[in-house]
Structure formats: C-alpha cells, structure tokens
C-alpha cells in the first residue's frame, strides 16, 4: 500500500479511536461505586494459621484501597475476635480498618443464618456484634451505622423480615444492600486449597477467572439497572475479606477505573433515590436488590442475562 494513503488511513482510524475513547468517558464518567467487605477481620474456609494470614489480607487490601482512594465499609463478625490469647491482635486488625479511614459495620457475632434463628436469636447477635467495633469507631462518631445480614438472607417470613428491620431502624442501623456479587466466596474456596497445595497455575486460572466473573455481574448490573430505574444507579459491590481479594483487588479496581467509575462512599450510594426503594422481597435465598427492587416494584424483568458462577470453579468448591 502506498505509504500516504497508509499514514491518512492510520490518522483516520486514530481520530476515529480518540473519538469513541472521549465519547465513552463522557458517557461513563458520572459512574460510581461503593465497596463493602464482609466477614472482618478475615476469613479462610482451608484453615491455616489465621493471625498471619488476616495479617497478610488486611495490610494488601487497606493498600490497595487506599491507593486507589476507595473508601470502604467493612463488616464485622467480633465471635471471629475471641480466639485464645489472640483478642487483643484479631481486635489490632480492625483497627487498622478504622486507622486506614474505613467504616466498620455490624455482620452479627456469630454470622448465623437468619432461616434457622428466632427473631429473639437474631436481636441477640446483632446486640452482641456490635460491642467491640462501637468502640473502636467512637472516635468517628458521629456516622451512619450499617448493618449486613449474613448471606444476606433477610428475613424466611414477612414476619421475620420485618420485626428485624425495625429493630435495627431503632438501633440507628440501615440495612445494607448490594447490586453485584461475584461469588468471590466460592472462587476463594477453590483458591486457597490451591495454595495450600502450592498450585500455582490454578490459582493464576482462578484469579483470572474472577475477575471476568466479576466484570460479567458488572456487565448485568449496569444493564438492568436502567430497566429498573430509567437511569444508571451507583452500584454496591459485596466482597469479603478474603484471600483472593488480596490477590486481585488491585486489577479489580483498575479495570473499574479503565471502565469509568469513581469509589464513593456507601453513604453516598444509600442517599440515592434508587436506595430508597423498599425491598419487600420475602425469600430463604439472599440475591441481590436489583433482583429484590425488580420484584418489589412488580417488574418481573427477566435476569436470564444474570451471569452464573462457572460450573468447573463450582465444582472444585463442593470439592472436599
Ligand atoms: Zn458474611
């Protein structure tokens, strides 16, 4: 090809790239996200010696937020504090989330499962959760408190849901929602028997397959919130404190920054006019609240497009 006609072609294609590049950011900048983590200060379904590993886990994943200027909620289950002669060390973690300017929420004590507990049972468990991490946010006062159901299962029966919802409203709580999940439980199960056994090529698999899980729930979610809401919302990612997210909250939070989106705080996210739709869904299941809103505002919209976690990443998690 004659070299002109190469050069014009190639300053075409690259106003044309610059185009769409400046089209999309205009498009995507007003996007926002808040994350949460669940399970504080760490938890590890293989075992293994807990205090280094929370350590290792707490130190990367306060790096790698504040790096990335996220501010973040952590939620707290204080039964996971009173190991042996470890309380005062387990009780330094979290401290490090309060030093690291993050907000600790309440997860219950003993992260039970709200299908198999009274109404009684569960009051006791957030009353009992939240003794520690009130202390050590004291100085932060005064801010929103959070509450997050374990599993998120809110409530079998009308009954259940709502007696607990108004407990918690009483208690100064908001219940905290979340629009993606991205079965990062289920992919650090998988994870952290592979480091046990050292395998370093499936764990490589396991983090990359992650990610593009977790894009593909992101993908949804910004896909049906608009057919719910006429508009994009700001999203709320639930995520635990996990291995796994040591391992890859950094390139998770660049690509969400390559895709367009600011880290806000949850408080910002909650004060949205989407946040203030109620969730009158009555389920054992715990899905997120685009599915819950979807079905509270009677939309019956279909989530076919909802992405499942990959069958061989579910296999090797039932895997004992
Ligand atoms: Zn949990």
């Not at 808040?34 to 760490?42: C, E, G, I």
């Not at 600790?104 to 569960?122: A, E, K, V």
């Not at 593009?212 to 404190?241: C, M, V, W, Y």
């Not at 040591?246 to 949850?266: N, Q, W």
Request: glycine content about 4%; aromatic content about 10%; proline content about 4%.
């Amino acid at each position: 090809m004659n070299k002109i006609i190469l050069a014009l072609l190639l300053t075409a294609f690259g106003t044309c790239l610059l185009a769409t590049t400046q089209t999309s950011q205009r498009q995507t900048s007003h996007k926002t996200i808040a994350l949460t983590f669940d399970d504080l200060p760490y938890n590890n379904p293989a075992g293994g010696n807990f205090l280094k590993d929370a350590k290792r886990v707490t130190d990367e994943l306060l790096r790698v937020l504040k790096a990335h200027k996220a501010p973040s909620v952590g939620f707290v289950n204080e039964g996971k504090l009173h190991a042996p002669g470890e309380l005062e060390a387990r009780t330094a973690l979290l401290k490090q989330w309060v030093d690291a300017g993050m907000v600790l929420g309440n997860h219950t004590y003993s992260h039970p499962d709200f299908n198999t507990q009274t109404i009684r049972q569960f009051q006791d468990e957030i009353i009992k959760g939240e003794v520690v991490t009130r202390q050590l946010m004291k100085a932060k006062q005064p801010y929103q408190l959070y509450f997050r159901h374990p599993m998120t299962h809110t409530g079998d029966t009308k009954e259940k849901k709502e007696a607990i919802e108004k407990f918690l409203a009483e208690r100064g709580y908001k219940v905290t929602p979340h629009t993606i999940e991205n079965s990062d439980f289920i992919f650090n199960t998988a994870y952290v028997r592979a480091k046990l056994k050292k395998d370093e090529a499936l764990m490589k698999k396991l983090r990359e397959a992650y990610l593009e899980f977790n894009f593909a729930a992101t993908d949804f979610a910004e896909q049906i919130s608009p057919k719910i809401f006429g508009r994009d919302i700001p999203q709320l990612l639930l995520l635990h404190a996990i291995d796994i997210n040591a391992d890859c909250l950094d390139e998770m939070l660049r690509r969400y920054e390559a895709r367009g989106y600011r880290f806000v705080t949850l408080d910002e996210v909650m004060s949205d006019q989407a946040y203030q739709t109620k969730d009158s869904l009555v389920a054992q299941r715990g899905p997120t609240w685009l599915w819950r809103w979807n079905k509270s505002l009677g939309l019956n919209l279909s989530f076919k497009d909802d992405p499942e976690t990959p069958q061989w990443v579910m296999d090797l998690f039932n895997q004992r």
